[in-house]
């Protein structure tokens, strides 16, 4: 980051940003509280942003604590990411009304004016894989275009990576470098927290005028450096992206797919979580009277027996192939689709695996 190019401010500068949001019109989705993790919401007031909270994460493993330190970014990512924002778990696409004779069609809802608030860099690489995916392929998904034309997001640094991120390895974070319009700081100084924000974008710039803020010091610029140098040497699971996508290449008869198979119970949770899965199916409902039919885009996943389903029977019946397919698409054979790993390095599916399966330790073994 060029120096000159850090604002600083304390809290009081990033309840102006939320004020002056809030504004122009956007709805504002940001990191909160709620059953017991650090999910993703709307915000209607700056205080609804979880604030003064840590987590500790372990394969299959997730709790919050309050903290004395009362920042707002002093966790790692839950179990939701941005992409149910731009890729909804479930979306209408049309609807239709009438009999046979005479029908009327109408699309689903159109996307609404976002910012997203507290995007972690492993979150925002994963944005820029969802980008690759629908707008630059063959087919360009409107929806997702839509949203993302109208979308602001103010990303933040991870101060406390959990023990299951691992984006060093996958060379995506803990600092967000870019894809943002603003990205946020925290650093706890000797006199409480304060924030350094640098921009991203001429949108990030004109917001930034508004509050007039000073540029941050030379001190306070090097503890920035200092807090991302220690996040990044905190996390321990390590593998180099571009050995493993060969690796899973040459070892697709190992036994170590039967084993993990056997302990995978095809729960389809670590693809719910993951940022950069997209797979869908569609369905198609209708009244009784047949005079009104809907079709629905909803999120599906490679561990649902269906999802392999063609006709005479499934391509992938068993989970150890399930288990297979998803781990050597995601970090092997989506080099070919989409030029880059499949994975951000994020943990999520390593936390909310409910049998604490772990992809890099499935590496690890693969390479032994
Ligand atoms: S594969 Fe796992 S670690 Fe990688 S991006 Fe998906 S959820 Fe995160
Ligand atoms: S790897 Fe874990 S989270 Fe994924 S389908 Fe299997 S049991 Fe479920």
């Given at each position: 980051m060029a120096k000159h190019h850090a604002f600083r401010t304390d809290i009081k500068g990033l309840i102006s940003l939320f004020s002056q949001l809030s504004g122009q019109g956007y709805s504002q989705i940001g990191p909160l509280v709620r059953d017991g993790a650090i999910m993703l919401g709307e915000i209607?007031?700056?205080?609804d942003l979880a604030q003064g909270y840590t987590d500790e994460q372990a394969q299959g493993h997730y709790r919050i604590k309050p903290i004395p330190?009362?920042?707002?970014?002093?966790?790692a990512v839950g179990p939701q990411s941005f992409k149910q924002y731009l890729h909804p778990p479930r979306r209408k696409l049309w609807s239709t009304n009438g009999t046979n004779q005479n029908f009327t069609v109408e699309t689903g809802d159109k996307p609404q004016k976002m910012v997203f608030w507290g995007v972690r860099s492993c979150d925002l690489e994963a944005i820029k894989i969802l980008d690759r995916v629908?707008?630059?392929?063959?087919?360009?998904n409107k929806w997702y275009q839509q949203a993302r034309e109208q979308l602001l997001i103010i990303a933040a640094s991870c101060p406390l990576p959990s023990a299951n991120c691992f984006c060093t390895s996958t060379h995506?974070?803990?600092?967000?470098?870019?894809?943002?319009d603003l990205g946020v700081h925290e650093i706890s100084g000797n006199n409480g927290i304060y924030y350094l924000i640098e921009t991203g974008s001429q949108k990030g710039e004109k917001l930034i005028k508004k509050l007039q803020l000073q540029w941050a010091s030379a001190e306070e610029l090097e503890s920035m450096e200092r807090m991302i140098e220690k996040a990044a040497s905190s996390m321990k699971k390590r593998f180099e992206p571009t050995e493993a996508a060969e690796l899973l290449k040459k070892t697709l008869e190992h036994k170590y797919w039967d084993e993990v198979g056997n302990r995978c119970l095809s729960c389809a949770n670590c693809t719910m979580v993951c940022p950069t899965c997209f797979c869908t199916s569609t369905e198609d409902i209708t009244d009784i009277t047949g005079e009104h039919s809907e079709r629905w885009l909803r999120w599906d996943s490679?561990?649902?027996?269906?999802?392999?389903?063609i006709q005479g029977g499934k391509v992938r019946g068993s989970t150890p192939a399930r288990y297979r397919q998803w781990m050597t698409h995601k970090l092997s054979y989506w080099y070919h689709q989409f030029g880059t790993s499949g994975c951000v390095g994020c943990g999520r599916c390593v936390t909310w695996c409910p049998v604490g399966i772990d992809i890099t330790e499935g590496l690890e073994e693969l390479a032994r």
């Amino acid at each position: 980051m060029a120096k000159h190019h850090a604002f600083r401010t304390d809290i009081k500068g990033l309840i102006s940003l939320f004020s002056q949001l809030s504004g122009q019109g956007y709805s504002q989705i940001g990191p909160l509280v709620r059953d017991g993790a650090i999910m993703l919401g709307e915000i209607q007031s700056f205080d609804d942003l979880a604030q003064g909270y840590t987590d500790e994460q372990a394969q299959g493993h997730y709790r919050i604590k309050p903290i004395p330190n009362k920042g707002l970014f002093q966790y790692a990512v839950g179990p939701q990411s941005f992409k149910q924002y731009l890729h909804p778990p479930r979306r209408k696409l049309w609807s239709t009304n009438g009999t046979n004779q005479n029908f009327t069609v109408e699309t689903g809802d159109k996307p609404q004016k976002m910012v997203f608030w507290g995007v972690r860099s492993c979150d925002l690489e994963a944005i820029k894989i969802l980008d690759r995916v629908f707008l630059e392929g063959a087919f360009v998904n409107k929806w997702y275009q839509q949203a993302r034309e109208q979308l602001l997001i103010i990303a933040a640094s991870c101060p406390l990576p959990s023990a299951n991120c691992f984006c060093t390895s996958t060379h995506t974070g803990p600092k967000p470098e870019s894809g943002f319009d603003l990205g946020v700081h925290e650093i706890s100084g000797n006199n409480g927290i304060y924030y350094l924000i640098e921009t991203g974008s001429q949108k990030g710039e004109k917001l930034i005028k508004k509050l007039q803020l000073q540029w941050a010091s030379a001190e306070e610029l090097e503890s920035m450096e200092r807090m991302i140098e220690k996040a990044a040497s905190s996390m321990k699971k390590r593998f180099e992206p571009t050995e493993a996508a060969e690796l899973l290449k040459k070892t697709l008869e190992h036994k170590y797919w039967d084993e993990v198979g056997n302990r995978c119970l095809s729960c389809a949770n670590c693809t719910m979580v993951c940022p950069t899965c997209f797979c869908t199916s569609t369905e198609d409902i209708t009244d009784i009277t047949g005079e009104h039919s809907e079709r629905w885009l909803r999120w599906d996943s490679c561990f649902n027996g269906d999802f392999s389903y063609i006709q005479g029977g499934k391509v992938r019946g068993s989970t150890p192939a399930r288990y297979r397919q998803w781990m050597t698409h995601k970090l092997s054979y989506w080099y070919h689709q989409f030029g880059t790993s499949g994975c951000v390095g994020c943990g999520r599916c390593v936390t909310w695996c409910p049998v604490g399966i772990d992809i890099t330790e499935g590496l690890e073994e693969l390479a032994r």
